[in-house]
Structure formats: structure tokens, C-alpha cells
């Protein structure tokens, strides 16, 4: 079917859903709409058989919905109505959680069901609920849906009409689960700040954590700190620091530790807030934002060993099994600043000077990695050299990876990768995806020719030719798409909460195979005839000249876009490349 996709943004499920329906054979564009986005006249234009809208904020205009099928992407269970749909989910202690694919019409929300599906609500943030457990759902909906809609014979339900079960998208056991206001499925409010306010004197450690992570991405938690306002963003419990309600305690890692009724909790990020008219402002590491108004506090070590003592935050870890290494990271976003680079670099060497054959890098779910952090680089006094000195510390990184020649390197993808944390990626033997990872191996859309050495390892899995087009179409891809252009070694079809445990056996499978000695070796010879062909250095000189000239040039595109994306300012009109044939479907 020719199929019309509408979102206010490009954001990681409407790749996602444009991903997996290139996948099955749809002919697909994409428009990126506003309030002052002239709808019909862009339906017409494209003169679509089905639309789908993934992730839209604004109403469908009737002329729109009566002339062609429009199915709305709605992340809540049957029934369920409002904005913030996750919000509630996480806030409320929601066991499972449901999206339902239905029709538009005149009321939000509120058209016949096409499709739904149900999803388990682990304790994460909102953020990486909506990434994983509600993309997965989403998906297996959106693809219901459309296949309903193709056969031309299925007529969608009012939701009035379905019984108890089908109204909520979930089996009884999933509805008892649920509180009375979900089970109902009656309409919420937004979820605004005066819900999410934390009372620090009284809200012990859970309910704490709990508001922090229903607005962890956006829009945090607005605060008073320091005697400023500020939105904090994302949340981990600590059991061991404690003091008076609502004191800072510590700093680790640039997040910052807050005393809780009954313990305490780390914050990593915080951002002031959007003044009206103004630009939206940068969301950064706690102790970068607060600056010179942080008061002398001790830097507590990031425990680097597994998690199994009491409950702490760390954004790097690492342990063992048997012959197997496990090194697991996870920075908000996926965004790596210099810092972040340097640290998992450290912990990488520690790594390698363990008695393992192999080594897995990354692991957890959510994103691998996106890159180098934009944010910070914003932020910082002169962008030019900070993007200088952090794409040099990702280099640093890679080269780490790539000279690893004792042991074989796995990386584990539980979530999406992107730039030069897609090209962190290949620079391992092997790169195992779960099911639902959306690739983005390009740079283009920054506006920069990238590094990471991605000339080397790009062009030696996919071949120049679709190296090219990859780096020129700079459109997303499924972990599928990937495997087969040489990009993804291996596909682990499991929910998100299940992929380290999956990660871990194949690794300890791999690490205790015959073959595994032999591949060593193999693999230490060819890098020795790679680097006689042609040296990393080589190749790493080569990106950086590129790189030096766009980071130093003030009139560079880089630093225009740059500056939206981490702004969020709005796109003016859809970018061109995403109406581009996809890549490998």
C-alpha cells in the first residue's frame, strides 16, 4: 500500500514503524506537521491509501479523516484518552500497560479500535517504557492494523462496543493488575506539574523515584534547588547516603545525590526552565548545569563491579561469568561527552586486562549509543573545541575496540544506535541486536562527515556501494535490514527486560566454543594485514582533517543544526530524505 506517515517529529517510533513497514513492502513518505501544517492540501499531494500517525500532538482535520483512513497510534490501553498516556502508566505503578491503533475522528482518542496490544511495565523510566515495551506493542499493533486495513473485508470496533477486556487491550489478568482509574479507561488530564511535585520532606525513596521517572526525558520534574528552578531529570534509589530531606549529599559522575524522607536518589541531568518566547534550553549532567552554584560536596566513586550489593547508581558496570566479560553502559539519551567517553574507555582497558576471550560491550536495554553528546557541546564556552576534543575521546574509544586482538569483542545492542555510537558498534567481531533495535549508521543530518573510524569499518562490512548509500540516504533501518547488508551478526527476538540474560548465555556459549582460540588468532592476522594495507591512523586523519574543518568553520551547517536539535526547534518543512526509497528493504 502506498502509506502516508504523520508525526510531529521523527522520533524513535515513528522510525520504528517506518522501519518495519518498509520492511513488509509499503510504499512510504513521511510529513512532519505543526498546527500551521496545511494537512489536507498535503494528503492530496500524496494521495495516500492508508495514513498512520505514530506520534502526532495536533487534531486531524476532518477533511483529512472522511476522505482517506487515518489510523491514530495511541500509547495507552483501549479506552484510555489524554496526552500523557505513559505518564500515568508509570506514575500510577502500572503492572502492564496497553496502545491502541485506532480511527480518527472528531474526538481525541476516542475512534473505533483497528488493533491493540498489551505490554509489561518494568520499573524504568517513561522514556525507555515508550522506547521498548510500548514501541514493541505499537508495533505488533500498527502491523495488525494495516494488514486489517489491506484486506479490505475487517470493520473496526467502537470502542463503546467491546467488551471489558478488549476496552482496556488487556486479558483480565493484566486489567486486575491495572488501578481503578486505568481499569475504567476513562479520560485523563494531562499530566502537569503540580502531579509531579515532589515533596522532599515527606516523599520517601519509592515515590520519589517514581515522579522522577514519569517525566524523565520530558519534561522532568520542576524543583527548587539551590534557591533557582530547575526540571530534574531521570532518577536512581540510593541505599547507603542519607541526610536532611531535600539536601544535596553527594556528586558521582555528574549527577548529583538528593536526600530523600527515607534515603536518597540520584538525579543525572538538569535543565532550567523555557522562558516564554525563548529557545528551549539544555538539558545537561547535574553538576555541569549547576556550575559555580554547587556547593563543595564529596565525589562518591561509581562502583564499577555488578550490581548486586545495595541499591546505587552507575552508568558503567562490569562483571564476569566464567570466561565471558560483560561491560554495561548507559548514558541518558545515548549521548557520550568527552567525560563519558574517557571513563568508559578506562573501564574498557580494565576490561581487557581481565582472562577473558570474550568481551560484551554494552548489553543493557535502551539505547547503545548515540554519539558524541550535543548537548554539552552547546553548552559549552567555545562548541568548536569541545567537539573536538569529544569526537577525539570517541575516536580514542573506537580505537580501543579495534585493537583488541586477545579476545573477541561482542557488542550488544538492546536498543537503538545511531552516528558514531552505530560506528562504536561495528568496530566489534561481532554485533548481536534485539529484534526491535532501529539503526541509523549516518552523520549527514548533523551535518558532519563523521569519524569513529567509520571508513574502515563501514565500507569493510557493507561493501563501498551500500556504505555510500548509507551514509547518503541517511535514513533509519530494523536490526533485520542490517543483517542483510553486514551490518548485524546476530538478531535476538526477546522483550526488552529479557535481552542482558539472552546476551549473557550466547556470550558464555561463545566464550567456552572450540573455535573460539582459532578465531583469535584469525582475527589478530587480519588486523595486522589491514593495518600493513592501510593504517587506522591512516583512516582516523583522514575523518578528523574533514571533522576539524566543520567543527572550526563558524558558517558550517553543524552548528545550525546542532543548535534546533538540542533546542527542539521546530523542522520549517519535512526534510527531503525521508521520502527516499529505504535502504536494504
Known amino acids: ?187 485523563r488530564p494531562p499530566f502537569r506539574q503540580d502531579l509531579r511535585r515532589i515533596d522532599w520532606r515527606s516523599d520517601p525513596t519509592d515515590t520519589v523515584v517514581r515522579k522522577l521517572r514519569a517525566a524523565d526525558s520530558q519534561p522532568g520534574v520542576r524543583d527548587e534547588l539551590l534557591g533557582d528552578i530547575w526540571h530534574l531529570h531521570g532518577g536512581h534509589p540510593e541505599a547507603t547516603l542519607t541526610g536532611r530531606p531535600g539536601e544535596l549529599l553527594a556528586t558521582r559522575c555528574g549527577a548529583i545525590c538528593r536526600a530523600t524522607a527515607d534515603g536518597a536518589v540520584w538525579i543525572p541531568e538538569l535543565r532550567p526552565p523555557r522562558a516564554p518566547g525563548e529557545p528551549g534550553t539544555l538539558k545537561l549532567p547535574a553538576t555541569l548545569a549547576l556550575g559555580d552554584r554547587l556547593p563543595p560536596l564529596p565525589e562518591v566513586p561509581a562502583p564499577l563491579g555488578p550490581g548486586d550489593g545495595p541499591r546505587t547508581w552507575s552508568d558503567i558496570r562490569y562483571r564476569e561469568d566464567g570466561a565471558a566479560g560483560f561491560l554495561e553502559f548507559s548514558f541518558p539519551g545515548g549521548a557520550m561527552s568527552t567525560g563519558h567517553c574517557r571513563r568508559l574507555l578506562a573501564a574498557y582497558r580494565h576490561a581487557c586486562a581481565r582472562p577473558t576471550s570474550v568481551l560484551v560491550l554494552g548489553g543493557r536495554r535502551d539505547f547503545f549509543s548515540n554519539g558524541i553528546h550535543l548537548h554539552v557541546i552547546e553548552a559549552a564556552a567555545d562548541p568548536a573545541e569541545e567537539s573536538w576534543a569529544n569526537i577525539n575521546a570517541m575516536d580514542d574509544l573506537v580505537h580501543a575496540v579495534l585493537t583488541t586482538t586477545d579476545r573477541l569483542v561482542v557488542a550488544a545492542l538492546g536498543g537503538n544506535a545511531a552516528a558514531g555510537g552505530a560506528m562504536l558498534a561495528l568496530a566489534a567481531d561481532e554485533v548481536w541486536c ?152
Open 434 to 585: 534485539r529484534s526491535a533495535v532501529v539503526l541509523n549508521p549516518h552523520y549527514r543530518l548533523m551535518g558532519l562527515y563523521g569519524s569513529e573510524y567509520w571508513t574502515y569499518t563501514l565500507p569493510g562490512r557493507t561493501g563501498p556501494e551500500v556504505a555510500g548509500q548509507l551514509t547518503a540516504r541517511a535514513l533509519p533501518m530494523t536490526a533485520a535490514a542490517g543483517a542483510r547488508l553486514g551490518l548485524v551478526d546476530r538478531i535476538i527476538d526477546c522483550p526488552a527486560q529479557d535481552f542482558a540474560a539472552q546476551t549473557g548465555r550466547l556470550a558464555a556459549r561463545l566464550a567456552s566454543a572450540p573455535a573460539t582460540q582459532a578465531r583469535i588468532a584469525a582475527k589478530k592476522a587480519a588486523r595486522e594485514r589491514d593495518e600493513a594495507e592501510r593504517p587506522l591512523a591512516a583512516h582516523r586523519e583522514h575523518e578528523l582533517d574533514r571533522m576539524h574543518r566543520i567543527f572550526f568553520d563558524p558558517d558550517a551547517p553543524y552548528h545550525a543544526l546542532r543548535r534546533a536539535f538540542v533546542r527542539k526547534e521546530p523542522a520549517a518543512a519535512t526534510p527531503s530524505h525521508l521520502n527516499s526509497p529505504p535502504v536494504g528493504t
Open 1 to 187: 500500500m502506498r502509506i502516508l506517515l504523520i508525526a510531529g517529529a521523527f522520533n524513535s517510533l515513528t522510525q520504528r514503524v517506518y522501519a518495519e513497514l518498509g520492511e513488509r513492502g509499503h510504499q512510504l513518505s513521511v510529513e512532519l506537521v505543526t498546527r500551521e501544517t496545511p494537512l489536507p492540501e498535503v494528503v492530496r499531494r500524496h494521495s495516500p491509501d492508508l495514513i498512520v500517525a505514530p506520534m502526532l500532538k495536533t487534531a486531524v482535520p476532518r477533511e483529512v479523516w472522511s476522505a482517506c483512513t487515518c489510523l491514530i497510534v495511541h500509547p495507552g490501553p483501549v479506552g484510555d484518552r489524554g496526552p500523557s498516556s505513559v505518564d500515568w502508566a508509570v506514575h500510577l505503578g502500572a503492572e502492564r500497560w496497553g496502545v491502541t491503533v485506532l480511527q480518527a475522528n472528531d474526538e481525541m482518542d476516542a475512534g473505533d479500535v483497528w488493533a491493540a496490544a498489551d505490554c509489561p511495565v518494568p520499573e524504568v523510566g517513561k522514556s525507555d517504557l515508550y522506547r521498548n515495551e510500548i514501541a514493541d506493542a505499537a508495533i505488533e499493533a500498527v502491523l495488525s492494523a494495516v494488514a486489517r486495513v489491506a484486506s479490505g473485508t475487517h470493520r473496526p470496533q467502537p470502542q463503546t462496543a467491546l467488551p471489558d477486556a478488549a476496552r482496556t487491550g488487556l486479558p483480565d489478568a493484566g486489567r486486575a493488575a491495572l488501578p481503578e482509574a486505568v481499569r475504567t479507561g476513562r479520560p
